[in-house]
């Protein structure tokens, strides 16, 4: 599954070509630099899994992917388009992303079809009959077929999550964001989650994740991001970065988390 996804997504690493491609970012909340000049990118169909301790800067870089933070400084595109020029439609290219949060932002006084509905009928101006067409078939890929009708508060922590993935897929997103997708969970709850993340994956869509889900990391991801103190570290493959890390700071934490 992943072999053949990684071979297509990296044998041609230009550049110009990635579905997100980030050059000398950087940060500031008043005099703190969160993020120190990050420089990478994501190629089309790639699994990209960022790692590192908490303070790191993982999910500030992953809000400023979608101009959910500004960026101070340095440059972001999103599938060869400049999101961080000022002129730029940022609504139109933050269509083409879906994000998925910590913690999962549904509408609790609407039902789980409603929350699906509701911004596909709003923004992208779908009549209801094709909304609930849409929202139906990704209910039923993330396994909640029979929770349409059901209110938030009736649903596990990771039926919630999953709701909330689906509806991202709902918006046609070109890409997806995960941030620590699975750290507000149960640990009983955390694999029907990775199994959805595992099959979108397999689809080929194009990923990036903030995780401290190693397994997941391992398995699913062509390139692992490590950072700390607003840097990036150390890349690579996982497999490799897990099993040999070369920077003495990755060495540290991996040993801490594995």
Do not use: W
Not at 4 to 27: C, F, N, P, Q, Y
Not at 33 to 59: A, Y
Not at 166 to 193: C, I, K, Q, Y
Not at 218 to 238: A, N, S, T, Y
Request: with cysteine.
């Amino acid at each position: 599954m992943t072999t053949e996804k990684r071979t297509s997504a990296t044998a041609g690493d230009a550049r110009h070509g990635a579905a997100i491609d980030v050059r000398d970012l950087h940060k500031y909340f008043g005099d703190n630099e969160v993020l120190k000049g990050i420089d990478f990118h994501v190629d089309n169909g790639q699994v990209v899994c960022v790692i590192g301790p908490s303070g790191s800067g993982k999910s500030t870089l992953l809000r400023c992917v979608n101009m959910l933070e500004t960026p101070t400084k340095g440059q972001i595109f999103v599938e060869g388009e400049e999101i961080t020029d000022p002129d730029a439609d940022v609504d139109r290219l933050r269509s083409r992303i879906g994000m998925v949060f910590q913690q999962f932002n549904l509408f609790p006084h609407m039902t789980v079809l409603r929350n699906l509905t509701i911004a596909q009928q709003r923004v992208k101006k779908r009549g209801r009959p094709e909304a609930v067409e849409v929202a139906r078939r990704n209910l039923a890929k993330v396994g909640l077929a029979d929770k349409e009708s059901a209110y938030p508060a009736h649903l596990s922590g990771g039926q919630m999550q999953r709701v909330a993935i689906a509806r991202a897929l709902s918006m046609d997103p070109d890409m997806m964001l995960f941030d620590e997708p699975t750290s507000a969970l149960d640990p009983e709850l955390v694999g029907d989650v990775l199994a959805v993340m595992k099959d979108l994956a397999a689809e080929g869509m194009t990923m990036m994740v903030v995780t401290h889900e190693m397994g997941f990391a391992r398995e699913v991801g062509d390139k692992l991001v490590f950072m700390d103190g607003g840097v990036i570290v150390e890349e690579g493959l996982p497999s490799e970065v897990l099993a040999n890390p070369q920077h003495e700071r990755t060495q540290s934490f991996l040993s801490k988390v594995l």
